[in-house]
Each structure stands twice: as structure tokens, then as C-alpha cells.
């Protein structure tokens, strides 16, 4: 997963620099020894929006060499700040509560928790809750509804500790209105509140997607247009 990956290459690199010691040379060195390894786990993930991301000249291959040099200079890690663009977070889990009976009627709307794993070599877990406003409704176009919805949602890796973030968008039935039908949520955007561990000073913004099965089973993606994580 592009976002595991590359915060635990930094979460690898702090302490090399943190302890680093003699003349500014050596500093030097280590420096950039630790953003080569960062930003070559960045790289592996996708090597075209990478290029994208830190490349200057028409292909993008000089791509690795400006990132490496970007974030050497950078305090030499040790209390940098770190800027990454376009970051997605892939999810698998299920609904684990669908809200009380009768709460698409009440003003408070439905509260919905759902649960599950992060994709990736690392792997992590996320909780969700997701509150939906039925009685705010509007229709879909195809004989259902969508709602206005806000939601809470934790990242968990044990290695790195953890990002909650504010998320807010449109749910949709897809298609026609039934007891047990399709949700999808649309238009979603959300920012960081929180962390733990190394993530304890993490900032970003970007967009949330989620598709809640029948079944009950939800897979999601969130995309970080920016996170900027300060070590």
C-alpha cells in the first residue's frame, strides 16, 4: 500500500538521522542515505505517478534524484516536514451496525459502523462510523434516494500508530429503494484530526469512496491529494 510503504520507510529512516553524530559531513550522508530508502519505497509503488509527483524534465526520470535531494535538505529528516501527493488507501471490511430500526425516519438519521482490513504488505485494520440523514433525501434518478452523511474514520497500522480523519459526502441507494439495496457514497471528501505513534503530527485532505454490498460487505479508497507528515 503507497501510504504504509512510505511512512514506514520514514518511520525506518528517523532514528539513523536522529542519532547521527560528528562532523556535518556524516549528517550529510545519512541524510541522504535515508530519503534515497524513502523515497525509493515511494517510487516502487507507482513508478509513473512518482515521476509525476517529483520529476522535472519531460519524462520524469530525474524523478528519484530530485525527491532524494528535496528531502535530504529537508532538516535532514530528523524534524522535517514531508509533503507526499496522491496517496491512495485501499479497504475490504463488512457493516457491523446498520443503525437502529426506523432511523431513516428520525431527524438524527442512521448511524452505520462498519469494519476491516487496509490492503497492502504491511496490512492494518479501519473502523468507521458513517451518520446518514435520510430525511434530507433527494432522489437518485432511478427510483431511489440519496442523503446528505458525515463520518469518522480511523487508520491503523501497529508499526506507525494511527490517522483519524473527518469525512463528509452523499450516500446513495443504486437503483431502486428497497430494505436491503447497494450504497454508495459520492462526492466524498474528508481531512485529518489526529494520529498516533509517528503519525501524531500528520496533516491531509483529499476524497473518500466507499461501496456497501447487500451482503454487508464494504470495500473503500481514500485518496490523500496531500499528507504532509512532520517527524
Known amino acids: 500500500m ?9 518511520a525506518l529512516a528517523v532514528p539513523a538521522a536522529a542519532a547521527a553524530k560528528g562532523p556535518t559531513h556524516h549528517l550529510s550522508h545519512a541524510a541522504t542515505k535515508n530519503a534515497t530508502f524513502a523515497c525509493k519505497a515511494l517510487q516502487a509503488q507507482d513508478r509513473a505517478a ?13 524523478a528519484l534524484g530530485k525527491c532524494v535531494s528535496a528531502q535530504a535538505r529537508s532538516k535532514r529528516l530528523h524534524g522535517a516536514t514531508l509533503t507526499f501527493h496522491n496517496i491512495t488507501v485501499s479497504s475490504a471490511g463488512t457493516i457491523a451496525n446498520a443503525g437502529a430500526s426506523g432511523c431513516q425516519f428520525t431527524s438524527s438519521g442512521c448511524t452505520v459502523t462498519s469494519a476491516g482490513t487496509l490492503n497492502g504488505r504491511l496490512g492494518g485494520t479501519y473502523t468507521s462510523t458513517w451518520t446518514i440523514l435520510w430525511q434530507q433525501s433527494t432522489s437518485n434518478g432511478q427510483g431511489g434516494f440519496c442523503a446528505p452523511a458525515t463520518g469518522t474514520t480511523t487508520l491503523t497500522v501497529p508499526a506507525l500508530g494511527s490517522l483519524t480523519k473527518a469525512e463528509q459526502g452523499t450516500v446513495c441507494e443504486v437503483g431502486a429503494t428497497g430494505t436491503n439495496v447497494e450504497h454508495v457514497l459520492q462526492n466524498g471528501t474528508f481531512t485529518t484530526t489526529g494520529g498516533t505513534g509517528l503519525l501524531s503530527h500528520v496533516s491531509g485532505l483529499g476524497s473518500v469512496t466507499f461501496d456497501q454490498k447487500p ?8 485518496t490523500f491529494s496531500t499528507l504532509t507528515v512532520t517527524l
Open 2 to 10: 503507497k501510504l504504509i510503504l512510505c511512512l514506514c520507510a520514514l
Open 50 to 62: 512518482f515521476a509525476r509527483s517529483f520529476g522535472t524534465n519531460h519524462n520524469g526520470r530525474n
Open 215 to 222: 451482503d454487508g460487505t464494504v470495500t473503500g479508497a481514500e
